[in-house]
């Protein structure tokens, strides 16, 4: 087993900045992949970032790239968000996958976090 725990998010305003934070336990030689995903009200889970664990290599949404930026540090993968805007308000959690490749499905992942809830006021 592995356990996900995210912090970092909050209420920030348009144009503002968060970092979240995931801190994996247990199991962590299991985790090849790590992402982060977000679920705003009514609507679906979304892929936002992912990261190669061993290689650094990364994959972000389109809507984010060159305002995201997932990293990894030992056992806590980041994602700092710069220039946040309204859309950006969601729930985000973190996951975890065996999977040597960035996969962008929900249910490619078997370990997730309880979400941490950013809001982005206009």
């Known amino acids: 087993q592995v356990q996900l725990v995210e912090s970092g998010g909050g209420l920030v305003q348009a144009g503002g900045s968060l970092r979240l934070s995931c801190a994996a336990s247990?199991?962590?030689?299991?985790?090849?992949?790590a992402a982060w995903f977000r679920q705003g009200p009514g609507k679906a889970r979304e892929f936002v970032a992912g990261?190669?664990?061993?290689?650094?290599g990364t994959q972000y949404l389109d809507s984010v790239k060159g305002r995201f930026t997932i990293s990894r540090d030992r056992n806590t993968v980041y994602l700092q968000m710069n220039n946040l805007k309204p859309e950006d308000t969601a729930v985000y959690f973190c996951?975890?996958?065996?999977?040597?490749?960035?996969?962008?499905?929900?249910?490619?992942?078997?370990?997730w976090g309880q979400g941490t809830q950013v809001t982005v006021s206009s």
């Open positions: 247990g199991r962590t030689f299991t985790m090849y992949t």
């Open positions: 996951a975890s996958s065996g999977s040597i490749v960035v996969q962008t499905a929900a249910p490619s992942y078997n370990f």
């Open positions: 990261i190669r664990l061993n290689s650094g």
